[in-house]
């Protein structure tokens, strides 16, 4: 059974960045849909008992192709939106400190030039998607972006995402409307560094 996390914090929280409606909305209806949807294709595809990042990296295993494709759509939706969400938090935003900034400013030069970059691929994604910051084994850093729910481990890249921006029209739309921009700038407000250090320190570990 897969689930989605929990937030750590209320739906108003993180406002006036990301308002309460679209907070709700994202998380109550969109989220616990892809949730709902990977289980009961996951249960029909008998592979309930696999980790999320590991059904994600072997949907070739699976031999019905339209499991695979409600799979792939709808696990990849659920694993990007727990990232989503629990790398957000009230009172945030800022700069990363630590390893996480050293590795920062070795692969791109300083935090400003990553943000820089990272925005350009959020703003610049064609359509619905993501972007992402991600980290391989060896503790070096990537950024990319990815159309619909797709993400670096469905894409079969060695790097795992440690942060990831949902620019999908729902998770901006109402407060936002098409100033897709807009809503890039203000989530840098209410990213939580500690826990993107705190994912990074496991992929290096992993």
């Known amino acids: 059974m897969f689930t989605q996390t929990k937030l750590p914090y209320n739906y108003n929280d993180l406002e006036p960045y990301i308002d309460a409606l679209t907070m709700e909305t994202h998380y109550a209806k969109h989220h616990a849909t892809y949730t709902k949807n990977l289980n009961d294709a ?22 019905d192709a339209t499991l695979r494709k409600v799979i792939r759509n709808n696990g990849g939706g659920f ?5 989503y ?27 400003l030039a990553f943000q820089e970059t990272f925005t350009a691929l959020a703003i610049g994604q064609f359509g619905s ?19 619909n729910q797709d993400n670096p481990i469905i894409e079969g890249s060695k790097h ?31 990213v939580n560094w500690e826990a993107v250090a705190k994912n990074y320190s496991l992929i290096k570990k992993g």
């Open 42 to 63: 996951a249960n029909k595809a008998g592979v309930t008992h696999k980790e999320i990042e590991e059904l994600l990296r072997s949907l070739g295993s699976i031999e």
């Open 79 to 83: 694993y990007n939106h727990n990232l």
């Open 85 to 111: 969400f629990s790398t957000m938090g009230p009172n945030c935003g800022g700069e990363p400190s630590g390893e996480l900034a050293e590795a920062i400013a070795k692969e791109f030069g300083s935090f």
């Open 129 to 147: 998607g993501w972007a992402w910051l991600s980290a391989d084994a060896e503790g070096k850093l990537y950024v990319s972006s990815s159309p």
């Open 160 to 190: 795992v995402p440690i942060l990831g921006i949902d620019v999908w029209e729902h998770a901006y739309y109402l407060k936002y409307k098409n100033v897709r921009p807009d809503y890039v700038k203000a989530f840098f407000n209410v």
